[in-house]
């Protein structure tokens, strides 16, 4: 599809996520955890979980719900790109370690599952997820192939179901190799909190020119809340994804875990 269809997908897109806010206010969920199981015992910080779509192969697309409800609502999501994997150990450790307090957290550590398993950038379509969202969307080939249309993958959609429904405050989307926080956000001061907290510089990410599709510019064009990229290099060190970088991302909003 061409630059001339863009209002045509953007409003198509548009209508698909008020289908799916609207069909989430029939059927609200309970307060307490939004979730769909209970929790396992092995997993004494997670509040419940949401598989809030499937990937082109039918892979689960799966959303962990942490912290207190009440507190400020953040949303945590990596391996957008498959081959920047490295990031999700920071969700999974938050995912199983101590109870967390002082944030309302979900975390989604594999939001590519195909691409993940294949360890390629693109979904199974051969599509960049970070270029399919209905916002500035463009027919963009080769490295950062954009889709037929805007919203045209499942991932995608879930996606915008997904934060149509929870509606974060917050949103940091973890990739790499460009290691730093993009200051081309909303809220310019909230990206220089979380790049001094994370310990990576603040600068501009430019796509290789201009950003089209991307989840983040979507976001913060449809919802109150904020949304930016942070990026690590090409081979953050196990320990800083492991130990270091978890606390560092729960000190952004004054959380921590519980001593036990």
């Known amino acids: 599809m061409r630059l001339g269809n863009m209002l045509t997908t953007t409003v198509t897109a548009g209508s698909l996520l008020l ?6 206010a029939l059927h609200p ?18 509040l419940g979980k949401r598989v809030i779509g499937h990937s082109v192969r039918g892979r689960a697309i799966t959303a962990w719900h942490l912290g207190q409800v009440g ?8 391996t957008m790109h498959g081959n920047e994997g490295a990031p999700r150990q920071i969700l999974t ?6 109870p967390v307090r002082g944030v309302n957290l979900w975390v989604i550590p594999v939001y590519n599952p195909d691409g993940f398993a294949a360890h390629t950038r693109k979904n199974a379509h051969g599509v960049d997820l970070n270029r399919n969202f209905p916002y500035h969307w463009a027919d ?4 950062y192939e ?3 249309r805007a919203a045209s993958e499942p991932e995608t959609r879930a996606m915008m179901r997904f934060l149509g429904n929870v509606r974060p405050a917050w949103v940091l989307s973890f990739h790499q190799p460009l290691h730093g926080v993009d200051l081309d956000t909303k809220r310019p001061s909230f990206a220089h909190r979380v790049s001094r907290h994370l310990d990576l510089p603040a600068k501009r990410f430019t796509c290789g020119g201009a950003c089209h599709g991307t989840m983040t ?19 953050p060190s196990r320990r800083l994804l492991r130990e270091r970088a978890p606390r560092q991302v729960l000190a952004i909003w004054g959380a921590h875990r519980t001593s036990r």
């Open 217 to 235: 510019m979507w976001f913060n064009h449809r919802f109150r809340g904020t949304a930016l990229t942070v990026e690590y290099g090409t081979s």
């Open 29 to 46: 969920e309970p307060a307490a955890a939004s979730a769909t199981a209970a929790p396992a015992h092995h997993r004494p910080a997670v």
């Open 93 to 98: 450790r938050l995912r199983d370690g101590r």
């Open 19 to 24: 289908a799916g806010a609207a069909t989430a």
């Open 140 to 143: 963009l080939d080769g490295g």
């Open 71 to 78: 507190k400020p609502k953040v949303l945590l999501v990596s």
């Open 146 to 148: 954009s889709g037929p």
